[in-house]
């Protein structure tokens, strides 16, 4: 089953203290991303990437790192997570091969950051 | 610089009815995808479809069909027969077409759909 996954799906946590959500997917696909959403502000992309170690900005990658050492995972680094980090992150997978264009998403991570 | 307008923030219409969602794009670019995604009220996102600048065939995909005119940079999305289950936000996106993963999204429109 063609499946993105992302841990953890809800974390609280304080400003300052480094943290990773971890995104994995299983379809091979060479395309990655994450995106934020907050409310009136709708999704923007934070990240993407192309494949293994090509990475590039989204609209919104400040006070964000990610990494891509592998297809299969892309995980996001907050490295100093500050207040307006607080979002809900979703992460993506996606082929795109004319006729059989597809993305999958992750569940989505709720971020708290007090 | 692009950008994505979804002019209809919210849109109520009685089951069965047909339904249609604008969205407006700019960019300078002549060379682009559009993309057009749907987010039920249980919060996942679910990608719907992906065209690309040169293709300005319309699409159809069961209940669903996509509009691309190029004339007036929309690529407007119709439901066929609504149903309760098509209640959602449905978010109109556009990418380069060298920068294929960089995508930029419109605010969204809510969509409700009663029974």
């Known amino acids: 089953e063609a499946q993105v996954t992302q841990n953890p799906r809800y974390l609280i946590t304080v400003t300052g203290k480094k943290l990773t959500v971890t995104c994995s997917q299983n379809?091979?696909?060479?395309?990655m991303s994450w995106y934020r959403q907050d409310p009136g502000l709708g999704l923007r992309q934070i990240y993407y990437s192309m494949n293994v170690e090509v990475t590039d900005k989204g609209d919104v990658p400040e006070g964000y790192k990610v990494s891509r050492k592998e297809k299969r995972n892309f995980p996001l680094i907050l490295e100093s997570p500050s207040p307006n980090q607080t979002s809900l992150y979703f992460c993506a997978s996606s082929l795109w091969d004319r006729g059989t264009d597809t993305q999958y998403f992750g569940p989505g991570t709720r971020l708290t950051v007090l | 610089a692009q950008k994505v307008t979804q002019a209809q923030t919210e849109i109520s219409v009685v089951e069965k009815e047909d339904v249609t969602l604008d969205c407006v794009y700019e960019?300078?670019?002549?060379?682009?995808?559009l993309f057009w995604y749907k987010q039920p009220p249980s919060g996942e996102l679910v990608f719907l479809i992906r065209r690309n600048s040169f293709d300005e065939q319309n699409e159809i995909s069961g209940r669903y069909s996509w509009n691309f005119q190029k004339s007036t940079s929309s690529f407007n999305f119709t439901i066929t027969a609504s149903q309760v289950v098509d209640s959602a936000v449905y978010f109109c996106?556009?990418?380069?077409?060298?920068?294929?993963?960089?995508?930029?999204f419109g605010k969204g429109t809510r969509l409700h759909i009663l029974p």
């Open positions: 996106a556009l990418s380069e077409m060298n920068r294929d993963d960089k995508i930029i």
């Open positions: 960019t300078r670019d002549t060379t682009y995808y």
């Open positions: 379809m091979n696909h060479e395309y």
